[in-house]
């Protein structure tokens, strides 16, 4: 009589320790499979599965515990086992959760009814274990529904050299990379530049400005400007002032090759003239002002080096005819004459072209 009782007490305690039998899918349900991993012991089954179930019920699935345990593959050959077993019940995909003691990552492995293999991390997003496990359902959800995004795979371990007497290779062959691309980035250059009269030996220092912009691999379009002294001049008693300021807008042909870029083409100018005069007739102060817009086309040739990464130093060489030459008289006699001029300048450009 006694025998009975601790039977069935037996009985009952081995039920509970075995795990639970699938429940029955409901019709036109698929299944996914949770696969237990040795260090199953730091997961809290029950825990995982209803977060599973709750956030993937709305998709028509039902999640499922293997009978058996099943070391996590490392690659699709490692997963044959895992794969019969999601093939023999209809299944879409099975799992491994890998919860580390002490850790606040979770490690998701998915396989695929074919073999195919996804690495998953998620990150503990609240101070309770239970966010943890809705975190792992709301992946394992993106993941079925095709909008997360997996780890990249671990680069495969590099097989060993062979043993035994090394051969020289034979038929090496060595090969540039292809071209790098051309820049498609707008840029600023800003530098000095010096130009002189081709019948007169007074330079003009300037500070120049330019933004170009590449097109393609040969072609920049550039336009600019440059800012100088006043020119001044005295006729006897008279004084000149002259403001030039002038606008370009050109293009060039330019060839690029690593750290050097070199080239030339043609610009067109505006230039926008302010003068005034002042004097004095029979004791009298006397003063005029005038402003006239000239134009003018040239020439440049330039040379870019880089320097840093962002950075390209910059040399140049330009000359440029006045359409027409302007002449400014005082008294009848010439002051100023803006003919046709030659110059040189030295600048900085970034981001570098």
């Given at each position: 009589m006694i025998a009975l009782p601790v039977a069935l007490s037996l009985h009952a305690l081995l039920a509970l320790q075995a795990p639970a039998a699938p429940p029955a899918t409901t019709a036109g349900a698929q299944t996914i499979v949770w696969f237990r991993s040795a260090d199953t012991a730091t997961i809290d089954a029950r825990a995982l599965l209803d977060a599973v179930a709750v956030y993937t019920r709305d998709l028509g699935l039902v999640v499922?515990?293997?009978?058996?345990?099943?070391?996590?593959?490392?690659?699709?050959?490692?997963?044959?086992?895992?794969?019969?077993?999601?093939?023999?019940?209809?299944?879409?995909?099975?799992?491994?959760?890998?919860?580390?003691?002490?850790?606040?990552?979770?490690?998701?492995?998915?396989?695929?009814?074919?073999?195919?293999?996804?690495?998953?991390?998620?990150?503990?997003?609240?101070?309770?274990?239970?966010?943890?496990?809705?975190?792992?359902?709301?992946?394992?959800?993106?993941?079925?529904?095709?909008?997360?995004?997996?780890?990249?795979?671990?680069?495969?371990?590099?097989?060993?050299?062979?043993?035994?007497?090394?051969?020289?290779?034979?038929?090496?062959?060595?090969?540039a990379g292809p071209p790098a691309p051309p820049s498609r980035r707008p840029f600023i250059s800003v530098g000095y530049r010096v130009?002189?009269?081709?019948?007169?030996?007074?330079?003009?220092?300037?500070?120049?400005?330019?933004?170009?912009?590449?097109?393609?691999?040969l072609l920049e379009l550039a336009v600019g400007t440059a800012l100088a002294p006043r020119i001044e001049e005295r006729v006897d008693t008279d004084s000149l002032s002259v403001f030039d300021w002038p606008i370009t807008a050109g293009a060039r042909i330019v060839r690029r090759r690593p750290g050097v870029t070199f080239g030339g083409g043609l610009f067109a100018a505006l230039h926008l003239r302010w003068a005034s005069a002042a004097g004095t007739d029979a004791g009298v102060a006397q003063s005029s002002t005038s402003f006239a817009a000239g134009a003018g086309a040239g020439a440049e040739a330039l040379a870019r080096i880089r320097l840093t990464g962002a950075l390209a130093g910059e040399l140049r060489a330009y000359a440029e005819l006045p359409l027409p030459t302007t002449h400014y008289t005082v008294r009848g006699a010439e002051a100023v004459e803006l003919g046709p001029r030659f110059g040189i300048g030295l600048g900085l450009a970034f981001p570098a072209p």
């Open positions: 499922h515990a293997a009978p058996e345990a099943a070391p996590v593959p490392a690659d699709a050959s490692a997963a044959t086992a895992a794969t019969a077993t999601l093939r023999a019940q209809g299944a879409r995909l099975g799992f491994w959760c890998e919860l580390r003691p002490g850790a606040d990552v979770a490690v998701l492995t998915v396989v695929a009814p074919d073999g195919h293999l996804e690495l998953h991390l998620v990150e503990r997003t609240g101070a309770h274990e239970a966010e943890l496990y809705r975190a792992i359902g709301l992946k394992l959800r993106s993941v079925l529904t095709g909008t997360a995004t997996p780890e990249p795979a671990p680069a495969p371990p590099r097989a060993p050299p062979p043993s035994g007497p090394s051969t020289p290779d034979v038929g090496v062959r060595v090969e130009s002189m009269p081709f019948d007169a030996t007074s330079p003009r220092h300037a500070l120049a400005i330019e933004g170009a912009m590449p097109i393609g691999r």
